[in-house]
């Protein structure tokens, strides 16, 4: 059975990166905290990557799409309508869920690498787009002046680095849970089984494309949250946020860190911008060199490829959700298959079975 | 509805409603026609065996059947209408229920989630199941009582992964089943079983409501003659000959396709 | 060639000049995409080091080539050489993780890519280079009425015979053969005895030796610069995608019909062009995942098949 550390170890883990997270912005200087804030934002975009690309099985380099959707409606609502938090979420989540929904009919019936390539072409145009619709969006020079973010009404403002460091950390956290829960429902149950094998999901009666539809709104809604998250951050947004690079970043720290479930997806994304922030400030204009690096080094740490990391994220996930799951069962047969070894194809033009 | 070039042998169940009927079933891969032209018939409560040597075609007609490959030629009816054109997904929701020579099971799933999921059209989807009580009643105690009867009951909660291969076989069959079918398409089902696997899998068929009727490609004679109705001979995507087991086992026609294609 | 009716030249001519740049450009993608359509057609292999090889041709003409001939037929033997040697270096990476999916290699490749940026802007600046040509070809010569860049045209006849060559070596060689063989069904080749180690490596010194072409003879139409990996790159996998794997002439006309919306286009409707690649990319795709088994030919080995 794939082996898999004892609950309480990564509730403790959960717990006490929880703690560090919420102690954070008075341990370190102000710039930090921004910094940090911007990384939780990230990871939030870096969990829907996580969950297309691991659970769903659709490897996407598109989710700045519906990222930038999110920061472009939550700024205009801050510039125009009104400085609560709470607007600009929503209207970020609708935003990001009705990009996602256009994008469906192109991704819903590609695989594997197609859908990465489809999903650049959707990043890509986003960037366009966004550099040109300069009446919207500002063009190149982006958007900024909009007001200090309230949360709620009747709160006040957040005018410091600590407070929206906070306020992203409650939202981000809150999403999280949710994201926890749906996916140990029997909601996540049927994604899991459409990326397993979806010819079989087909003959069972299930419309995989259906399920992958609703996945694609869904974490196109969490990532317009975290546009939204990312103006009440940094006050500003710009099209150089939401680049190739942005998407090609959070797909491989989403691969990085996935090994270790939705909060595995996080701590990846955070690395990725860890080396790419922080590290670079120490060693200046070496950071793509340390990225290239942790890059290689992640292809040949993982022995079987992305699929035994949503395989290793399913079984974290489920952990918790089972009773009885870690009984250990006795090997009767002793020729059980390697798991994941390579298996030929099921579907052929003719019978391969053995004759008489 | 008599293949053309074959010996209709007469068929066994004649008396009973046709639950499907093919006519002219075609299919073609590139030059090689896998399907050339085949007429079946099968009863409700019926268990019809499709046998034949290699490449006769016997899972290109399963898949043709169950809607995994399009025709390119001629129809299927299922209980009572044109399914030539339905996909997968409706025809498994109208009943036609399936295993495959390689198991199909979701390998990241436990056993018992594996026929949680197969069963999930058929206990009302994701309304019929939303509460932890409906789930545990609709999907949880029909799944786990399956799992008993196919026995796979001890490892319910091992992933599919880590299954031998005839347990997939068995688990595959449990899943066929947690959608309540009508009409159940086994591809090779007692193929990989041990002895004890085989006589289960034999009990199990025996036992099976004659509200399912059963299409199953199947090598062992033993089992086909012990188990089924009706046999049909296939070879080089033809139909051959169609009976009894009886009529099937003394047939002239079915010897010489047999003693050709190994010769 | 100026013989026209008044009215229409006066149509056409604003455009002769972009069209032509177009045909430059077009032939330079087509040079670099035909080694990314190697290695994803032939070895299965997501290279997204690619246009980092035709960075390092475009740096060694810049750093090589003088304005005399010698040089820049050094800097060609040189950056071809330096090519093949990396993509060698690439098979030779690759080797470990070659079983697995697309995902592993295009993280790998994109790693690879990455440090060789990087290296190349240490070794070189964040600056773009100048690229010296020879005399001969730096000036401009007259083209229906208009002052047209010799070495535009100087290129578009090399980069044409190389298209002739490239043809010629896919439909009548043998190893043409068993390159359009192993795009077709790679497997089938793989049961030929073929040795699927000695292809993989054959073909990315092969698609490094192409990309290397490209840099040192295109560098004076996209040149070394940081983003210049990047641009190629994403040019070269927008031409794979519309001309996809089948056919050395379907890569051509892609690559030309990228090349002119890169310049007629911008030309034509400056607001619509920056939209047209990546839009014309996804309704490709898009179209052809709806059940075309064809595009299977691409064997994606993960994500929810097995």
């Known amino acids: 059975m794939t082996p898999r550390p004892s609950r309480w170890l990564v509730r403790a883990g959960a717990v006490a990166a929880l703690a560090g997270a919420v102690a954070a912005p008075w341990l370190v200087d102000p710039y930090t905290t921004s910094l940090l804030a911007r990384t939780l934002v990230l990871g939030l975009v870096g969990v829907s990557v996580a969950i297309l690309t691991g659970v769903a099985g659709l490897p996407t380099l598109g989710q700045t799409g519906p990222f930038a959707a999110g920061a472009y409606a939550g700024a205009l609502v801050g510039l125009h309508v009104c400085p609560i938090g709470l607007v600009q979420v929503v209207t970020g989540a609708a935003a990001g869920a009705l990009f996602a929904a256009l994008t469906v009919p192109l991704v819903v019936h590609a695989r594997g690498v197609v859908v990465l390539m489809i999903t650049l072409a959707v990043g890509e145009l986003t960037v366009t787009a966004a550099s040109r619709w300069r009446s919207v969006t500002g063009g190149s020079d982006g958007l900024a002046g909009m007001p200090a973010v309230r949360p709620v009404w009747g709160m006040g403002v957040l005018d410091s680095d600590r407070e929206r460091y906070l306020y992203t950390l409650v939202v981000v956290a809150a999403l999280l849970a949710v994201v926890l829960i749906v996916l140990r429902t029997p909601a996540g149950l049927l994604l899991r089984a459409c990326r397993d094998d979806e010819a079989r999901m087909r003959a069972s009666g299930h419309r995989v494309t259906g399920y992958l539809a609703a996945a694609v709104v869904a974490t196109g809604a969490l990532a317009g949250v975290a546009g939204a998250l990312l103006v009440s951050v940094q006050q500003y947004v710009s099209p150089a946020d939401f680049g190739f690079e942005v998407s090609a970043l959070l797909l491989l720290g989403a691969v990085i860190g996935g090994v270790a479930s939705v909060g595995g997806a996080i701590a990846g994304t955070a690395l990725v911008i860890a080396v790419r922030d922080w590290l670079s400030g120490m060693l200046p204009g070496h950071a793509p060199l340390l990225l290239g690096g942790l890059f290689v080094v992640t292809a040949y740490l993982f022995p079987r490829g992305v699929v035994s990391f949503s395989a290793g994220a399913v079984a974290l996930l489920r952990g918790g959700s089972r009773p009885g799951s870690a009984r250990r069962v006795p090997d009767r047969s002793g020729a059980d298959p390697a798991p994941g070894a390579p298996v030929p194809a099921r579907v052929g033009p003719r019978g391969s079975g053995v004759g008489t | ?263 | 060639m100026t013989t026209r009716a008044a009215p229409l030249t006066d149509a056409i001519d604003p455009y002769l000049i972009p069209a032509l740049d177009g045909v430059a450009y077009g032939l330079l993608l087509f040079v670099a995409a035909s080694g990314l359509v190697l290695c994803f057609g032939v070895a299965n292999i997501l290279n997204l080091a690619h246009g980092a090889l035709y960075a390092v041709g475009a740096y060694t003409v810049a750093v090589l080539a003088d304005a005399s001939w010698g040089s820049l037929a050094l800097a060609l033997v040189v950056g071809v050489a330096a090519g093949a040697g990396a993509g060698g270096v690439l098979a030779g990476l690759l080797a470990p993780v070659v079983r697995r999916d697309h995902l592993t290699q295009a993280l790998l490749t994109f790693g690879v890519a990455l440090v060789g940026s990087a290296l190349l802007v240490a070794a070189f600046g964040p600056d773009s280079l100048p690229v010296r040509i020879p005399a001969a070809l730096d000036g401009t010569v007259e083209v229906a009425g208009h002052r047209y860049p010799a070495y535009r045209l100087g290129f578009i006849a090399v980069a044409g015979l190389i298209a002739v060559a490239l043809t010629l070596v896919v439909a009548r060689t043998r190893v043409g053969m068993l390159v359009r063989a192993t795009v077709d069904d790679a497997d089938m080749v793989a049961c030929l005895g073929v040795n699927p180690a000695r292809v993989r490596l054959g073909v990315l010194v092969a698609a490094g030796a192409l990309a290397g072409v490209a840099g040192v003879l295109g560098a004076p139409i996209i040149g070394p610069a940081p983003t210049t990996a990047d641009t190629v790159l994403m040019l070269g996998l927008v031409v794979v995608v519309l001309g996809g794997l089948d056919s050395v002439r379907n890569t051509l006309l892609a690559a030309l019909a990228v090349g002119e919306i890169q310049t007629l286009g911008v030309a034509l409707t400056p607001a619509v062009a920056p939209f047209l690649l990546f839009t014309a990319m996804a309704a490709v795709l898009a179209v052809r995942s709806r059940g075309v088994p064809a595009w299977w030919r691409f064997r994606p080995r993960w994500g929810g098949t097995t």
């Not at chain 2, 996909?87 to 198991?103: D, S, W």
């Open chain 2, 1 to 263: 509805m008599t293949g053309s070039a074959s010996t209709r042998v007469g068929p066994a169940t004649s008396g009973a409603p046709a639950l499907l009927t093919a006519t002219a079933l075609t299919r073609r891969y590139g030059s090689l026609t896998a399907v050339a032209g085949v007429d079946l018939r099968v009863a409700a409560g019926e268990r019809h065996a499709l046998i034949g040597p290699n490449g006769a075609g016997k899972t290109t007609l399963l898949d043709l059947v169950g809607g995994a490959v399009r025709a390119d030629g001629g129809r299927i009816d299922y209980a009572g209408r044109d399914v030539t054109r339905l996909g997968p997904v409706r025809r498994a929701r109208l009943g036609i229920a399936r295993t495959h020579q390689r198991p199909a099971v979701w390998s990241s799933l436990t056993a018992r989630e594996n026929v949680e999921v197969a069963a999930w059209r058929q206990a009302g989807g994701l309304r019929g199941v939303r509460t932890p009580g409906r789930f545990r009643s609709r999907l949880r105690e029909p799944a786990l009582a399956l799992l008993d009867r196919v026995g796979l009951a001890d490892v319910a909660a091992r992933t599919a992964a880590h299954l031998s291969h005839g347990q997939r076989r068995q688990l595959e069959i449990a899943m066929a089943l947690a959608g309540r079918p009508r009409l159940l398409l086994l591809d090779e089902p007692a193929a990989g079983l041990s002895g004890a696997e085989v006589q289960r899998l034999v009990t199990l068929l025996a036992t099976l409501s004659r509200e399912v009727a059963v299409l199953l490609v199947e090598h062992r004679l033993d089992l086909v003659y012990a188990l089924c109705d009706t046999v049909t001979v296939l070879r080089d995507g033809r139909l051959v000959a169609s009976g009894t087991p009886a009529e099937i086992r003394h047939s002239p026609a079915v010897r010489r396709a047999y003693a050709e294609a190994v010769r």
